[in-house]
């Protein structure tokens, strides 16, 4: 099986990865971790979602469908496998190679079909052209079935080494007849450039040769997070040509990047437009890099299986929570799409690697460790594969309230109260405790009456020696000279676009981004911001979301995967000083409140109460 490289010119300390499981974390309608594999007292003994793995079987242990049902498990989902082939190796090689026929292998899947359907399936080695018209008509069955089933298909054609695993009429029939049932295509470098027929030979060199125009001539312009710049991604024409092969996205591994030394950074591509109203940063049709560090170590075998037996487990946990009708549902996991489980995955697969030990002579595996609970592993999502956030000035630095360290952070408050006018900002600018107030301005659309707004409110603000942030509007921030602003995912891609980010940086401004999925924190997580806040942690009735509440175990699956010196703002629902003290035990650092404050009979009275309950 293959395996891909990763090599680092510095290491990290170790981290002991954490079980989120906690039953004091269980409440308020989130099961604990990602919400599949274990029950609440409503959610009697929810049995977890079925992964199939269709793969060839690795003797040593170190990959194949050995890796895939351990990651599976891993990932808390239920792994069941139909075996390709049977081989006869160890770390050191393979010595022989033998597949069972076709019929086998339908005999297999049937089997498990008629008892234990699928919510997603991964596809590994197909070595025979017969095996992959197998496979394909098992997918088309699967698709004329009730109900998604995910297809997560690992293209094993390339061997770390290089070396052809497969022959050209296997290759084709795979194409013909699996491609358009996959949902994500994950091939490695190798394994790209035999599907294109051209080498792509590194990062710098895809960025100096492969220039992309416009009919009228004009280069296109793939970087949001430097506008005035122009910058090709590199794999970007090939991902595209993948997908044009019929499936629905793809993602290129760059473990064998071997200019790269710093990062491993991958290559998704979707297909499909995006699916929120407002454009996300991940949804861009451009593309978008997964950064995670690079590790040196040769315990890296069976990468490339876990990898992608980790984004269909992910896939499956996501579409179990929204297909069935479970009680304790979580935001975070409910909204798991194809960019969600590729940072899961990568995480996962970064810190396997990170614990990879030695067994024999030869690599070791990559270790299976848990869903994802490490800050130092989880992938930060970037534009441009060659930026590092190094050069571009940095937001405010921030630090919570509770931070003890000796530097010159400026320390976020306790509470954020979220307001819509200039009267509310005045009444708690003035009020013991408060040291930062978000204006949300939801009754203007003009420029001009949001700016003025704005500076009203920032000359209140900064007579008192309150901190002002302003929701969305970064020019009305800018020209006031406020504190910083606070911006939700779609608001963060126009202020891309219209270069806010970069005046903000340059200003050393703080930023504040809204968070509800996997892919969001990565996004964030890519930028190095303020804070970073989740939400709605409870139900709420302040604003219309799109995500179910996140609960508590969520949050302090936040709080593991952020960086400490970051911090963590809750949001959503915490209307007293009980929920407060309860989402402060979770790792909220500072909780963002609407109706606590606006809508009690003191202001004053309930400040107090929640200051004292985030202590």
Sequence with gaps: MKSFQLTSQFSLLACCVLSSDSSALANHGSVVGVGV???????????????????????GGGAGIQADLLAIHSMNCHGCSAITCLTAQNSVGVTGVHAPPPSFLKQQLDTLLSDMPPMAVKIGMLGTKDLALCVGGFLKELRDRDGKVWVVLDPVMISTSGHKLIDDDAKQAMIEHV??????LTPNKYEAEDLLGRKFESNQDVVQGTHHTHKSGHFVNFCLLSPHKTVFPPFDTGAKDIVEMGVSSVLIKGGHAVNDLKFAQDYFLSAHPPASAEERLFESRQGIWLRS????????????????????????LGEQQRSSSMVNVDGATSAIDLVDACCLAKAFVTAGIFHGVQYGQGPGPVAHTQFPSSFQHYPLLTNNPLHDNASAGEFCCMKSFSDKSDDDRVVLGRILP????????????NIPGVTDIQLRIKDASDPETILQKSIQSQKICEALGVRLWINDHWEAAVTAGCFGIHV?????VKSMKSGGIDELKQRGMALGIST?????LSTALGLKPSYISLGPIFATKSKNVEFNPQGLATLSKWRQLI?????????????????AREVRAAGADCVAVIGAVTTVESVESAVSSLCEAMA
Excluded: M, W
């Design 37 to 59: 594999g274990t029950s609440s007292s409503t959610d009697s003994c929810i049995a977890q979602p079925v992964v199939y793995t269709i793969a060839g079987s690795d003797s």
């Design 179 to 184: 491609f358009p049932y996959a949902d994500i």
């Design 293 to 316: 560090p690079r590790y040196k170590t040769n315990n890296t075998h069976g990468t490339g299986c876990t990898l992608s037996s980790a984004i269909a487990s992910a896939l499956a």
């Design 418 to 429: 979220v307001v819509d006018n200039v009267e509310l900002v005045e009444h708690l600018a």
């Design 488 to 492: 939700g995912q779609g608001d963060l």
């Design 516 to 520: 509800h999925s996997y892919a969001e």
């Design 563 to 579: 960086p400490p010196e970051i911090p963590l703002v809750a949001i959503g629902g915490i209307h007293d000083e009980k929920l």
